[in-house]
């Protein structure tokens, strides 16, 4: 079992930008694809960004593309979700989670992964 741990949220006004992090342990990180997900007050999960075990494949939800970047250091066991030009509907508390499966493609389905973070509130005023 994975445990991830995630980082560097905060308060921040619109248009900034905000670097979160998520350290794994417990398992092989870089066989295993990440994703990210938020959730806002009173609003289901949703997909924000992924990427695949080797780094090669990245796919974003529609309204963080262009804002958001998702990358991964293997050696660090980390992955990582730049996050520019924050909108206060950026708001939300982001999970990190890891893929079920080693070598599974990039996914935004919530239910391919297995293993999920306590989350990290992000607050971006107006």
């Known amino acids: 079992q994975v445990q991830l741990v995630e980082s560097g949220g905060g308060l921040v006004q619109a248009g900034g930008s905000l670097r979160l992090s998520c350290a794994a342990s417990?398992?092989?990180?870089?066989?295993?694809?990440m994703g990210w997900f938020r959730q806002a007050p009173g609003k289901e999960r949703e997909f924000v960004a992924t990427i695949s075990w080797s780094g090669g494949t990245t796919d974003y939800a529609d309204s963080v593309k262009g804002r958001f970047t998702i990358s991964r250091d293997n050696a660090k066991n980390t992955v990582y979700l730049q996050m520019n030009s924050l909108k206060p509907e950026d708001t939300a508390v982001y999970y990190c989670?890891?893929?079920?499966?080693?070598?599974?493609?990039?996914?935004?389905?919530?239910?391919?992964?297995?293993?999920w973070g306590q989350g990290t509130q992000v607050t971006v005023s107006s």
């Open positions: 989670a890891s893929a079920r499966w080693p070598r599974a493609r990039a996914t935004d389905r919530g239910n391919e992964y297995g293993s």
């Open positions: 417990g398992r092989t990180f870089s066989t295993y694809g």
